[in-house]
């Protein structure tokens, strides 16, 4: 397994975890009202990597036929055979062992949710062969990032991590729709509900656009609860016109920039929040009140 580990990090886009560990630090910042306690923030680091290596290991568990017919996913490993399903069974198995211990870790409360936050993570996988809500599903997979990061911290939940929370889903469905048009014909021959293969590219896109609208509402409306100050909400501009950069250059009549438009466009997005509203709580805003 470590000659392979390569492989792996590959297959489950290890490089990926930064679109949902933002928010989740976000969160632990913001609900200590400044620097969360180093023990914390190890458990918390260790349970987003746990609970979405297991995720996405058993996503690749789960979707290999449908990976062995799709040209665009026919060179990933499991398909190849440079990975054995046996190899990403024990990935699956690790990984979900680090994310209970590191819940157990943290208070009873996560300990107690966690079952339920990975139950969620697991069944996603198996929602595009019945719902096209499973852009949104996706999406609360990883809303639930901040809304356990604050409870990592603080012991119970409140609005604030509710709202971002939502926020996150919102913004992962938008930018999962824009990805899955890239699979229109084949969702299309296999009969899986993507939003894209149900209502072509045109109105999957408008759909895309509005969800990233309610975005930038929900992250505004997050720093009003939250009570941060001038240079989070300037952010939140600058968000605005991330989002809008990646809706201009992924057009219906032409989705050859959509990957790269979207792993670009959110990679800026998800870091520059994390950077703006941490400095925010400890340069600007001071200890929160919430």
Same mark, same amino acid.
């Given at each position: 397994?470590?000659?392979?580990?390569?492989?792996?990090?590959?297959?489950?886009?290890?490089?990926?975890?930064?679109?949902?560990?933002?928010?989740?630090?976000?969160?632990?910042?913001?609900?200590?009202?400044?620097?969360?306690?180093?023990?914390? &923030?190890?458990?918390?680091? +260790? $349970? *987003?990597?746990?609970?979405?290596?297991? @995720?996405?290991?058993?996503?690749? %568990? !789960?979707? =290999?036929?449908?990976?062995?017919?799709?040209?665009?996913?026919?060179?990933?490993?499991?398909?190849?055979?440079?990975?054995?399903?046996?190899?990403?069974?024990?990935?699956?198995?690790?990984?979900?062992? &680090?994310?209970?211990?590191? +819940? $157990? *870790?943290?208070?009873?409360?996560?300990? @107690?949710?966690?079952?339920?936050? %990975? !139950?969620? =993570?697991?069944?996603?996988?198996?929602?595009?062969?019945?719902?096209?809500?499973?852009?949104?599903?996706?999406?609360?997979?990883?809303?639930?990032?901040?809304?356990?990061?604050?409870?990592?911290?603080?012991?119970?939940?409140?609005? +604030?991590?509710?709202?971002?929370?939502?926020?996150?889903?919102?913004?992962?469905?938008?930018?999962?729709?824009?990805?899955?048009?890239?699979?229109?014909?084949?969702?299309?021959?296999?009969?899986?509900?993507?939003?894209?293969?149900?209502?072509?590219?045109?109105?999957?896109?408008?759909?895309?656009?509005?969800?990233?609208f309610f975005t930038i509402?929900?992250?505004?409306?997050?720093?009003?609860?939250?009570?941060?100050?001038?240079?989070?909400f300037a952010a939140v501009?600058?968000?605005?016109?991330?989002?809008?950069?990646?809706?201009?250059?992924?057009?219906?009549?032409?989705?050859?920039?959509?990957?790269?438009?979207?792993?670009?466009?959110?990679?800026?997005?998800?870091?520059?929040?994390?950077?703006?509203?941490?400095?925010?709580?400890?340069?600007?805003?001071?200890?929160?009140?919430?």
């Amino acid at each position: 397994m470590v000659g392979k580990l390569p492989l792996v990090l590959r297959a489950i886009r290890f490089e990926h975890t930064a679109f949902a560990l933002p928010f989740a630090l976000t969160a632990a910042f913001v609900a200590a009202g400044g620097w969360p306690r180093a023990w914390s &923030l190890a458990w918390i680091l +260790a $349970a *987003m990597v746990g609970a979405r290596t297991s @995720a996405m290991a058993f996503n690749r %568990l !789960a979707d =290999l036929d449908f990976d062995r017919e799709n040209p665009r996913t026919a060179g990933r490993a499991l398909v190849t055979g440079a990975l054995k399903p046996r190899d990403l069974w024990a990935v699956f198995g690790a990984a979900a062992a &680090l994310y209970f211990v590191a +819940a $157990a *870790m943290l208070n009873r409360l996560c300990l @107690a949710l966690s079952p339920f936050a %990975l !139950a969620v =993570l697991l069944g996603y996988s198996y929602t595009k062969r019945f719902t096209v809500l499973t852009h949104w599903i996706l999406g609360l997979c990883l809303g639930l990032a901040p809304i356990g990061a604050w409870i990592a911290v603080r012991g119970r939940l409140d609005l +604030a991590p509710v709202v971002l929370g939502a926020a996150v889903l919102f913004w992962t469905a938008g930018f999962d729709i824009m990805y899955a048009c890239q699979d229109i014909q084949f969702d299309r021959q296999r009969h899986l509900f993507s939003l894209p293969a149900r209502w072509g590219a045109r109105h999957a896109l408008v759909v895309a656009a509005a969800n990233h609208f309610f975005t930038i509402w929900l992250l505004a409306f997050f720093g009003q609860i939250a009570g941060l100050g001038w240079l989070y909400f300037a952010a939140v501009i600058l968000l605005a016109g991330i989002l809008y950069w990646e809706h201009r250059v992924v057009r219906p009549d032409d989705l050859t920039r959509v990957e790269a438009a979207s792993f670009l466009a959110n990679g800026i997005f998800s870091a520059l929040f994390f950077i703006a509203a941490v400095a925010d709580v400890i340069l600007v805003s001071g200890r929160m009140r919430i």
